[in-house]
């Protein structure tokens, strides 16, 4: 599956961005779903998953109450809506494909390595 990642901008702190991910070659609904973000200097961090059917979404601490993870499969398509940014939020977002799971991605959802597909992302940057 390929992937795209889109929506993203120059915000002021708490400011709203919402995120699109378009997928092509497969449809997503085969796919547990993540957003993934890289600022400068770090390594790639967990930031939201949802399951393949959008039952149960996932969320990294730092996001919680703040950023919201969906999916439409019949448009092929994952969306991360972030509210009340911070320039911490600073980073590049990555969607990203793995699976499909059974019940251990409960375990595994915000590991790097429980994704195979990702394409290229898309730039956040949140002002002070």
């Known amino acids: 599956v390929q992937l795209q990642a889109s929506g993203g901008g120059l915000v002021q702190a708490g400011g709203s961005l919402k995120l699109s991910c378009a997928a092509s070659g497969r449809a997503i609904s085969n796919y547990e779903m993540g957003w993934f973000r890289q600022a400068p200097g770090k390594e790639r961090d967990f930031v939201a998953a949802?399951?393949?059917?959008?039952?149960?979404?996932y969320y990294a601490d730092s996001v919680k109450g703040r950023f919201t993870i969906s999916r439409d499969n019949r448009v092929n398509t994952v969306y991360l809506q972030m509210t009340k940014l911070e320039p911490e939020d600073t980073a590049i977002y990555y969607c990203e494909a793995g699976g499909p799971y059974s019940g251990g991605y409960t375990y595994t959802y915000h590991q790097p390595s429980t994704y195979d597909s990702w394409g290229q992302g898309t730039l956040v940057t949140v002002s002070s």
């Open positions: 949802i399951t393949r059917r959008g039952s149960t979404p």
